[in-house]
């Protein structure tokens, strides 16, 4: 069975670039995700327990994003995928869309996809 969670455009700031200016002043990033799990014992008990919390999922992508600095962003997804394994078991799957706006004139944003599962 695949149940999937979703979060789309958690609006976060980041250190993030390659360019010196990068590395000083956080910038804007869009991440949003799925996650897949299964929802068969949250169905049966309707208790939130049993179940990933959408707002933890956001609180804890924020304070990562916060308390962050990298270069590129595929260093900061894949590290970010395993801050999000660490913190919610039930996930057995994940997929990360960030999107970097303004970040080359010729675009609205650049970004990327990736996507992990957890090893059986």
Do not use: W
């Not at 695949?2 to 002043?25: A, C, M, R, W």
């Not at 990298?70 to 997929?95: H, M, R, W």
């Not at 080359?104 to 090893?119: C, D, F, H, Q």
């Amino acid at each position: 069975m695949k149940d999937i969670i979703y979060l789309h455009n958690i609006k976060t700031s980041t250190i993030i670039g390659i360019l010196p200016h990068e590395q000083v002043q956080p910038q804007s990033l869009i991440i949003s995700l799925e996650m897949e799990t299964d929802f068969s014992q949250s169905i049966e008990s309707d208790d939130i327990s049993h179940a990933i919390n959408y707002a933890a999922v956001a609180d804890c992508v924020c304070a990562f994003a916060r308390d962050s600095a990298f270069g590129l962003l595929e260093v900061f997804a894949a590290a970010l995928l395993e801050e999000l394994f660490g913190q919610f078991p039930p996930a057995q799957a994940i997929t990360i869309t960030l999107q970097k706006p303004g970040a080359i004139a010729a675009t609205r944003e650049v970004g990327l996809k990736m996507r992990r599962s957890r090893e059986a």
